[in-house]
């Protein structure tokens, strides 16, 4: 009779939800390109960020907001000969498996251009170099350019990517950079995507990693799970 009841309830989630285990879970593009236990707390106890260590953080989402509905109120202007429809802040979704997503969403899609746009304080702003043969491996361009590239990977069509990144305080001029699609990179991010899933499905079994290792050595610094990470 168990073995009846239990194959009910797979047939129920697998109508429902596509999937044995139920709801889709998801990870966060933006999240994959850090530390992979920030990641993991981060999505398994729905931890939003607030407070004065992250005001840099804030202000570029709203930064974003703004510029994003400038875009979309005065397209009418800036859209020149582009016949393509500005599509703002597109979700994109990509199947890991066993009932988990890997989720994004871009800032503009253009026809087959994407764009990502970063707002930096003036310090981070200079270290950004003008082209990607000059980064450094503790650069969080890094990080930038694999978001995008996964983005660009995981929206069919798409086929030219652009960071866009600017000042806090000062918009004008900003530093335009063309990412070209890598589908081997981007293997290698969904490796480690799946691999902050195990982490998470260790923590619901009760385990915490005794030796995690960050992206970049500097995540450390500010990061609101210092008190409890053992490094």
Not at 41 to 67: A, C, P, S
Not at 72 to 86: C, F
Not at 135 to 149: G, I
Not at 194 to 221: A, H, T, V
Request: a neutral charge.
């Amino acid at each position: 009779m168990e073995n009846i009841e239990e194959f009910g309830k797979r047939l129920e989630n697998l109508l429902k939800y596509g999937n044995i285990r139920g709801p889709k879970r998801t990870i966060r593009v933006t999240s994959v390109s850090f530390c992979p236990l920030k990641a993991a707390l981060t999505t398994r106890y729905d931890v939003r960020f607030f407070g004065e260590k992250n005001k840099e953080r804030i202000l570029g989402q709203v930064l974003h907001m703004g510029l994003l509905g400038l875009i979309k109120d005065s397209w009418s202007y800036l859209q020149g000969d582009i016949e393509a429809t500005p599509e703002i802040e597109k979700e994109v979704s990509y199947e890991l498996g066993d009932g988990w997503l890997l989720t994004g969403r871009i800032d503009l899609v253009i026809g087959e251009h994407m764009f990502e746009f970063k707002f930096l304080s003036d310090w981070s702003y200079e270290k950004i170099p003008e082209n990607l043969d000059e980064v450094d491996e503790e650069s969080v361009l890094n990080a930038y350019t694999e978001q995008l590239n996964a983005y660009l990977n995981m929206l069919p069509g798409a086929k030219f990517g652009h960071l866009w990144i600017f000042r806090h305080n000062e918009l004008i001029p900003w530093k335009k950079l063309e990412i070209k699609k890598d589908s081997r990179a981007f293997k290698e991010f969904l490796k480690r995507a799946r691999g902050i899933i195990k982490l998470i499905e260790s923590m619901e079994n009760g385990e915490l990693p005794k030796d995690p290792k960050p992206r970049f050595e500097w995540e450390c610094k500010n990061c609101i799970f210092k008190s409890i990470c053992s490094r």
